[in-house]
């Protein structure tokens, strides 16, 4: 996996300074189609895993009804942070019916 600087100065080097791809590949001693691919994401595909595992914790939050900073300031024991039960336990208590 390529390095988020190397993305950012590739990217840099073909949209900003006007230079050639294939001039870029040599420049930066990767290969052309490696250029292509970075043009095509403006960070590497690996790093986007990480953005969607903390989507998804604030949509759980969400459709649980708990504020998601309260809850992570909970978990992280921010001073002065609500206490909020954990996400497991709300998930497992909301699939059972009332009574």
């Known amino acids: 996996m390529k390095l988020v600087e190397l993305y950012g100065r590739v ?32 960070v590497p595909p ?14 759980t939050c969400g459709k649980l009804g708990v504020a998601f900073w309260d809850y992570r300031g909970h978990r992280l024991r921010v001073p002065g942070s609500r206490s909020v039960p954990y996400l497991p336990h709300l998930v497992r208590c909301r699939g059972q019916p009332a009574s």
């Open 11 to 42: 990217r840099y080097a073909v949209r900003i300074e006007g230079m050639s791809r294939r001039e870029a590949a040599r420049r930066f001693g990767i290969d052309p189609r490696t250029v292509a691919k970075m043009l095509a994401f403006s």
């Open 46 to 59: 690996g790093y986007r895993r990480c953005r969607d595992a903390f989507l998804g914790l604030a949509n």
